[in-house]
């Protein structure tokens, strides 16, 4: 059987640590090297990692300064031996045979990369919140995979950490360091690459929705705005390849994320805000160059004029939402 390295980045999860490590050493599939990155966490967590490494030689730990998440997984990849690589948050939990699962789907398929279905589960694991189950079974092209980012419930194909890839697909591919929505930044890189995707309908990664995960601390703060970043690195990546409405929506929505976060904020823009906002437009003005001569005349204006000042149209977009 091929290796796993299970990456699980850590950093003040004291609560939630053993419940996932244990999730991942009870799996139906043994062949596993489990990544244990103490990013410099200050709680028990480093303790914990260790106590683990004693007990199962499949663990091994790494301790490193505090570099956020995107950095630790980096490390995790780094130090990975395995032929196939899964990521696990450490605040959340796995079925006992999601390994498995995901393994025969992906072998059977001769796939790339292998796709499960999620739980959303409240903090406290008493309630399971709301799901719905947008993965089938099935085997799909990357492409189409690419392309369903354009509809409801898009973002159980965006994040990392219920699926199965093949090591290769992370040769060239590192989350961005310092940045939130990190997995919204390598989506189009991993699946441009990838070939056939194996889908399997079952819920078998279980997401912990809590309030103080990175997202949730970080509603108000500029770093926000790397959402947008992301999606208009996405739009001209997807153009590129030939992804004309794909790119398109994955524009609008950037657009979208900018006028919300900005949207009733009455206080002059600082320093950082103003250097953000260029830095946005440039690339949405980047993207706008290839663009245009694909589209209709009423879109093209439109958003042409986003593109002269994303800030003014956010206001303004903002205020005809506010009054209509």
């Known amino acids: 059987m091929d290796k796993i390295s299970v990456i699980v980045p850590v950093y003040n999860v004291e609560k939630y640590l053993r419940n996932c490590v244990e999730s991942i050493l009870k799996q139906t599939f043994h062949n596993l090297e489990i990544i244990l990155v103490d990013d410099g966490s200050p709680d028990g967590c480093p303790a914990i ?32 031996t395995g032929e196939l690589i899964m990521f696990v948050d450490s605040d959340d939990r796995i079925s006992e045979d999601m390994v498995e699962k995901l393994w025969h789907a992906l072998t059977a398929a001769g796939a790339d990369l292998a796709v499960c279905n999620v739980e959303c589960v409240a ?33 159980v194909w965006v994040v990392v950490w219920n699926k199965l890839y093949r090591r290769k697909l992370f040769d060239e591919v590192r989350f961005p360091k310092g940045k939130i929505h990190e997995d919204e930044f390598i989506f189009h890189h991993i699946f441009l690459q990838c070939g056939p995707v194996a889908c399997v309908s079952d819920s078998l990664y279980f997401y912990t929705q809590r309030g103080g995960s990175i997202t949730s601390e970080l509603k108000n703060d500029i770093k926000r705005l790397d959402a947008a970043e992301a999606m208009f690195l996405r739009a001209e990546a997807l153009l590129r390849e030939g992804y004309d409405q794909a790119a398109l929506t994955s524009a609008e929505l950037g657009l979208g ?31 706008l160059r290839e663009l245009l001569p694909k589209i209709k005349l009423s879109k093209r204006i439109k958003l042409r004029l986003y593109g002269t000042d994303l800030y003014g149209f956010a206001g303004i977009r903002n205020l005809v939402r506010k009054n209509g």
């Open 123 to 155: 903090e406290d694991t008493a309630m399971l919140l709301e799901n719905d189950a947008p993965i089938k079974d099935e085997v799909l092209p990357a492409g189409t995979v690419i392309r369903s980012c354009l509809f409801k419930r898009s973002w």
């Open 257 to 287: 994320i900018f006028c919300d976060y900005y949207r009733g904020r009455k206080k002059a823009l600082d320093d950082a805000h103003k250097q953000r906002n260029r830095s946005l437009e440039e690339l949405y003005r980047r993207f």
């Open 49 to 80: 990692c260790e106590e683990y490494a004693l007990k199962d030689d499949r663990v091994k730990v790494i301790h490193k300064e505090n570099g956020g998440l995107s950095d630790a997984r980096n490390a995790g990849i780094d130090a990975a």
